[in-house]
């Protein structure tokens, strides 16, 4: 019995495929977006969280605030500059963190025939594993390197690859300005994270920078990493505090939290989430009432067959089933057709949203089994909630006025 | 006896107004005969049909169908009774447009909780019986009238039904279909089917052995068909 209905259900919606079609675009378009809206907002979530782990966590960034011309004329003579003495002192105070100081200079490097022009960082041996940054071949800067001011250099990958090609060029020489520096490690590939490309560092000890091309101890910033997450506010405070009291009471420092701006962005996915997930869910909607639509004509269309069908023995569940099978089958198919759409479209706007977005090489969509359950979950509900009105009103038909129905 | 009829009246509401379909209605049918109700378009017949063929109730009165007391029944019996008990024909056959001639005679099989195999054989056979045994798997378009109203003949006897209850069965039919559906009437009759019979043409209700007149919702005549065959001009 189920078997036949269910065969009359395929029978009459291949005997409409044109409006059956339309009908299904519906439930199409609204489990497509529920797919397609889940996977780019995890997918945007897996990214941040990914490179995130890449840049480090737990991080503490500490500038120098730039001053007033009436705040510079207050302070004069006061000692209101970030130092590589602030670094040492922080290390100091709080063993617990680990801290790097940090310097940039724009200068060329010039090896053999080759030479490359662009920015060189001054830091400590501690960033590296602030940053989660590893060499791929050689050393790291060592405390031996900044105590001795070695002339030691750590090469990106890209810029080991346009100063030496395939050659190894640990333990080749390479001049910036008239020093010669000699390459003591190539870090690994990490690429681009929000727009800092790793690969085209270059990297000397802060203290060769400081001497050899600053002649002062000014340093640009700080990276700190902060052992445990939950003291992040706290230390962040605490050492505010601490830098005020070194500069003599003037508060020209700024430290920023990784933790703020990761809220940041979960507060904008959470936005994402909840308007593209309205507008899915009302996507939906209306692709139940096109089915409720369709089947109050088909319905009408039928009375006939109904009154036919009951005189002849047909119980009110059975005509009950046989509309709710035929809803449900419509909102069945166009499920997973829906399902396969919005597969595909997660993945196609996922390579857009890689290519447009700056540093987003590795984002793509996330399409999780739940989310296709939850999807087709929902747009069998659909099938069964917006069939339920026309087939309740198919069953009650009364089949005397039915059978002479014109 | 098969079918008794006490004291039914049907009243219509037409807004405010109450209008009488029938009246007062008492009516005895035994097994095996073939009656014929005639009347004019508006006598009844068409009311009388209904709850004969238990499709609508009564206002009032008793109804007995082969032994259940149909008026006392929830609508879910009524379904039963119909699909095991009465099998009904109809001017328009009926017949569900996307099916097969051999699906449309297991509907009613089906609806029985038959299994599919049994729903089949049982089709085909009834099929046979009427002469449509190389149409099996026409749809209804592909067959004429007269075979489409075999189809329907075929569907109504499906569960066996001691009752046959045709609604101007060959109204729709040219006039040489329309004999052959009446002899094959007739042959069922023979076979001791019971036939109940609507029809507005007294030449049809002659073949009929027994002919009830209605008229404004009464019954005015009940008598032995032959006898009072009239005379056309």
Same mark, same amino acid.
């Given at each position: 019995m189920l078997r036949s209905i269910f065969l009359d259900a395929l029978k009459n919606l291949s005997g409409n495929a044109l409006r059956s079609g339309l009908t299904m675009l519906g439930v199409i378009i609204g489990v497509a977006a529920v797919i397609t809206m889940i996977a780019i907002v995890e997918g945007g979530q897996a990214w941040l969280v990914h490179s995130l782990e890449r840049m480090g966590t737990n991080l503490l960034f500490v500038w120098k605030k730039r001053l007033t011309v009436e705040e510079r004329h207050l302070f004069a003579g006061r000692n209101t500059e970030l130092r590589y003495d602030d670094t040492l002192a922080i290390q100091q105070r709080f063993p617990d963190l680990l801290v790097a100081p940090i310097i940039e200079l724009d200068g060329q490097l010039k090896a053999g025939e080759r030479d490359y022009s662009g920015r060189i960082t001054g830091t400590s041996p501690e960033y590296s594993e602030i940053r989660n940054f590893r060499p791929d071949s050689g050393r790291f800067i060592s405390s031996t390197d900044i105590r001795e001011w070695n002339r030691s250099l750590i090469l990106g990958h890209t810029i080991s690859e346009v100063l030496?090609?395939? &050659?190894?060029?640990?333990? +080749?020489?390479?001049?910036?300005?008239?020093?010669?520096?000699?390459? $003591? !490690?190539?870090?690994?590939?990490?690429?681009?994270?929000?727009?800092?490309?790793?690969?085209? @560092?270059?990297?000397?000890?802060?203290?060769?920078?400081?001497?050899?091309?600053?002649?002062?101890?000014?340093?640009?910033? @700080?990276?700190?990493?902060?052992?445990?997450? &939950?003291?992040?506010?706290? /230390?962040?405070?605490?050492?505010?505090?601490?830098?005020? &009291?070194?500069?003599?009471?003037?508060?020209?420092?700024?430290?920023?939290?990784?933790?703020?701006?990761?809220?940041? =962005?979960? &507060?904008?996915?959470?936005?994402?989430?909840?308007?593209?997930?309205?507008?899915? =869910?009302?996507?939906?909607?209306?692709?139940? $009432?096109?089915?409720?639509?369709?089947?109050?004509? #088909?319905?009408? +269309?039928?009375?006939? +067959?109904? !009154?036919?069908?009951?005189?002849?023995?047909?119980?009110?569940?059975?005509?009950?089933?046989?509309?709710?099978?035929?809803? #449900?089958? /419509?909102?069945? /198919?166009? %499920?997973?057709?829906?399902?396969?759409?919005?597969?595909?479209?997660?993945?196609?706007?996922?390579?857009?949203?890689?290519?447009? @977005?700056?540093?987003?090489?590795?984002? !793509?969509?996330? =399409?999780?089994?739940?989310?296709?359950? $939850?999807?087709?979950?929902?747009?069998?509900?659909?099938?069964? %909630?917006? !069939?339920?009105?026309?087939?309740?009103?198919?069953?009650?038909?009364?089949?005397?006025?039915?059978?002479?129905?014109? | 006896m098969l079918i008794q009829l006490k004291h039914i009246d049907k009243i219509y509401k037409a807004g405010q107004v109450d209008v009488p379909a029938l009246i007062d209605i008492n009516l005895q049918v035994e097994r095996g005969e073939f009656v014929a109700i005639i009347g004019q378009s508006g006598s009844g017949k068409t009311t009388l049909l209904d709850i004969v063929g238990c499709l609508s109730r009564p206002t009032s009165g008793e109804y007995w169908l082969d032994g259940d007391h149909v008026n006392s029944l929830p609508d879910a019996s009524l379904t039963g009774i119909r699909n095991r008990k009465i099998g009904f024909i109809f001017q328009t056959f009926h017949l569900l447009a996307r099916k097969t001639a051999l699906e449309n005679v297991q509907l009613p099989l089906m609806y029985a909780g038959v299994s599919r195999k049994a729903q089949q054989d049982k089709a085909r056979e009834l099929l046979t019986r009427v002469g449509l045994q190389d149409r099996l798997l026409h749809y209804s378009n592909q067959l004429s009238g007269g075979q489409q109203q075999r189809v329907a003949i075929a569907r109504a006897l499906a569960n066996s039904p001691p009752l046959l209850l045709a609604d101007e069965p060959t109204g729709n039919l040219d006039s040489q279909s329309g004999k052959d559906i009446l002899a094959l009437f007739e042959q069922l009759h023979h076979q001791g089917q019971t036939i109940v019979m609507i029809t507005h043409d007294p030449l049809i209700a002659e073949r009929a052995e027994r002919r009830i007149t209605l008229s404004d919702g009464r019954i005015v005549a009940d008598e032995p068909a032959y006898q009072a065959a009239p005379v056309l001009g």
């Amino acid at each position: 019995m189920l078997r036949s209905i269910f065969l009359d259900a395929l029978k009459n919606l291949s005997g409409n495929a044109l409006r059956s079609g339309l009908t299904m675009l519906g439930v199409i378009i609204g489990v497509a977006a529920v797919i397609t809206m889940i996977a780019i907002v995890e997918g945007g979530q897996a990214w941040l969280v990914h490179s995130l782990e890449r840049m480090g966590t737990n991080l503490l960034f500490v500038w120098k605030k730039r001053l007033t011309v009436e705040e510079r004329h207050l302070f004069a003579g006061r000692n209101t500059e970030l130092r590589y003495d602030d670094t040492l002192a922080i290390q100091q105070r709080f063993p617990d963190l680990l801290v790097a100081p940090i310097i940039e200079l724009d200068g060329q490097l010039k090896a053999g025939e080759r030479d490359y022009s662009g920015r060189i960082t001054g830091t400590s041996p501690e960033y590296s594993e602030i940053r989660n940054f590893r060499p791929d071949s050689g050393r790291f800067i060592s405390s031996t390197d900044i105590r001795e001011w070695n002339r030691s250099l750590i090469l990106g990958h890209t810029i080991s690859e346009v100063l030496f090609g395939s &050659q190894p060029a640990i333990g +080749e020489e390479v001049k910036i300005a008239d020093q010669r520096f000699t390459v $003591i !490690g190539v870090m690994e590939p990490k690429g681009e994270i929000y727009g800092h490309n790793y690969d085209e @560092m270059v990297i000397i000890p802060i203290s060769t920078a400081l001497r050899f091309f600053k002649g002062t101890d000014k340093i640009q910033s @700080m990276i700190i990493h902060v052992p445990n997450r &939950q003291h992040m506010d706290e /230390i962040s405070g605490a050492l505010h505090q601490f830098l005020v &009291q070194r500069h003599e009471g003037v508060d020209d420092i700024r430290i920023r939290n990784q933790g703020e701006f990761l809220s940041a =962005v979960d &507060q904008t996915l959470l936005t994402f989430r909840i308007v593209l997930g309205g507008i899915a =869910v009302i996507a939906l909607l209306v692709g139940g $009432i096109g089915i409720m639509n369709i089947m109050l004509v #088909t319905v009408t +269309e039928r009375t006939r +067959e109904i !009154g036919l069908r009951k005189a002849i023995g047909a119980k009110r569940q059975d005509i009950l089933l046989q509309f709710l099978i035929e809803s #449900t089958t /419509i909102s069945v /198919i166009g %499920g997973c057709l829906g399902i396969l759409v919005g597969i595909l479209a997660a993945y196609g706007i996922g390579d857009l949203v890689a290519k447009a @977005m700056p540093g987003g090489g590795d984002w !793509g969509a996330v =399409v999780q089994p739940t989310a296709i359950l $939850i999807a087709f979950g929902f747009a069998v509900g659909v099938g069964v %909630g917006f !069939g339920l009105f026309p087939a309740m009103k198919a069953s009650k038909l009364d089949p005397a006025e039915a059978l002479r129905y014109q | 006896m098969l079918i008794q009829l006490k004291h039914i009246d049907k009243i219509y509401k037409a807004g405010q107004v109450d209008v009488p379909a029938l009246i007062d209605i008492n009516l005895q049918v035994e097994r095996g005969e073939f009656v014929a109700i005639i009347g004019q378009s508006g006598s009844g017949k068409t009311t009388l049909l209904d709850i004969v063929g238990c499709l609508s109730r009564p206002t009032s009165g008793e109804y007995w169908l082969d032994g259940d007391h149909v008026n006392s029944l929830p609508d879910a019996s009524l379904t039963g009774i119909r699909n095991r008990k009465i099998g009904f024909i109809f001017q328009t056959f009926h017949l569900l447009a996307r099916k097969t001639a051999l699906e449309n005679v297991q509907l009613p099989l089906m609806y029985a909780g038959v299994s599919r195999k049994a729903q089949q054989d049982k089709a085909r056979e009834l099929l046979t019986r009427v002469g449509l045994q190389d149409r099996l798997l026409h749809y209804s378009n592909q067959l004429s009238g007269g075979q489409q109203q075999r189809v329907a003949i075929a569907r109504a006897l499906a569960n066996s039904p001691p009752l046959l209850l045709a609604d101007e069965p060959t109204g729709n039919l040219d006039s040489q279909s329309g004999k052959d559906i009446l002899a094959l009437f007739e042959q069922l009759h023979h076979q001791g089917q019971t036939i109940v019979m609507i029809t507005h043409d007294p030449l049809i209700a002659e073949r009929a052995e027994r002919r009830i007149t209605l008229s404004d919702g009464r019954i005015v005549a009940d008598e032995p068909a032959y006898q009072a065959a009239p005379v056309l001009g």
